[in-house]
């Protein structure tokens, strides 16, 4: 009987992935909400965190703002202090995927699920970030980023008390999924969402508000994106400053809450 219930749920799993738009890719949410990856992979080795970075590269980060960010996150993973705050967990390793993401339906894995626990590993994961292509340059959708993040955490083949995915961006959900409705998705399945909201000088020309919203994008990620234990946002005042804040930010969610 357990081998058709099987059977039964990949052919379910398949019929999922075949759906289009954010509608079929809830569905896939949901299912990963009722197929713990401890069911799936039995055995797989314990690290203190799975971690999914998840990065705008919408039409409003140029080549430059999106070189920025690559690097920023490359030369952050691969920081002495990074990894020191990896080797303070109880395991001293924590997993790793970075995706990319802007419209509804576009979303890519970047490195896929990566275990880091020396110098070595993170050098190699930081070369990986820096050599991929751009994948996208559409509207920004962090609901549907959020759930696609979500998605990730079943498939890695490691396992962890803590589930975090780090969302940044330089501008509000336009697109997509309803973005308090995934958050709240994330929440209920005990995954946090951090955030680090990068901030623009000089508001989107064709819309301002996306970059420049009530309050300030700090506010706004505050408010709508963040969200479980010991949820936090930082702002980088520029995409130039993003590395500083990025590598920060890392050190800060990767060391272990008492």
Known sequence: MRHWIRVFVAAVGVALLMCPGPRGLHAQVRLAEVLPGGETTPGRPEVDLLLVLAVDISRSVDEKKFRLQRDGYASAISNPRVIAAIRSGL?????????????????????????????????????????????????????????????????????????????????????????????????????????????????????????HPPGGLLAYYENNVIGGPNSFALAAETHEAFGTMILAKLIKEIARAD
């Open 91 to 211: 395991i001293g390793r924590i997993a790793i995927s970075l995706i990319e993401w802007s419209g509804v339906s576009e979303q890519a894995i970047v490195a896929d699920w990566t275990a880091v626990g020396t110098a070595d590993e993170a050098l190699a994961l930081a070369a990986r970030i820096r050599g991929a292509p751009r994948a996208f340059m559409g509207r920004t959708a962090i609901g549907s980023a959020i759930e696609f993040a979500i998605l990730q955490l079943p498939r890695s083949p490691w396992r962890a008390d803590r589930h975090l995915i780090d969302i940044s961006g330089d501008g509000t959900s336009n697109s997509g999924v309803d973005l308090l409705e995934a958050r709240q998705l994330a929440l209920s399945q005990r995954v946090t969402i951090n955030g680090l909201a990068i901030l623009s000088e000089v508001p989107l020309a064709f819309n301002p508000l996306h970059t």
